[in-house]
């Protein structure tokens, strides 16, 4: 089963993540990345402002074509109890997603708020499937435990 891992991180946290789920699971991996200029000053204010609006950025690659894949796992940092609006963008520019499986995470610092249940909305109505959703908060990156039950369920769809 053929599996893509697509994932925004801004300071890091997710992106070690999904590197760790890409090497155990041997997915492929595109890092979204957003073309707004968010910096330590515009983060807070700007970023929680367009993910509370549930705001899509400009990101790249500007399409994500996941045809080829069986599964596809989404991970995005929480900013402002939703998901960032690159990850908004990036469920926006799926192409070939319908019909697919996905796993879902996102890392937070310890409040998730709706994040997963707006990323399941947005997939769903690209007809892709939700079988499975985790959250990350600071204890949950560092520890292993969670990142592992990940795994397990990433792995899990091989035999499926
Ligand atoms: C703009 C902004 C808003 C955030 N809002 C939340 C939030 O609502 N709830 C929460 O638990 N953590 C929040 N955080 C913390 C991040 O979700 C957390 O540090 C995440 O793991 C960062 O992932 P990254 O390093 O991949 O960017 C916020 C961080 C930023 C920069």
Partial sequence: MARCIIYYSYSGTTR?????????????????TSNKTYNALTV??????????GEKDPIEPKKIDVTRYDLIILGTPVWAWKPTPAMNAAIAALKGCEGKKAIIFATCGGQPGKTID?????????????IGDFIFNRKDVRDGKKINELIVSVNATITE
């Fill in 118 to 130: 707006i990323m399941k909305k947005q997939l769903e109505s690209q007809g892709v499937k939700v």
């Fill in 16 to 32: 070690r993540l999904a590197k760790k789920v890409k090497a155990a699971c041997g997915a492929d991996s595109i890092e979204v």
């Fill in 44 to 53: 807070y204010p700007l970023g929680s402002y367009r993910a509370s609006k």
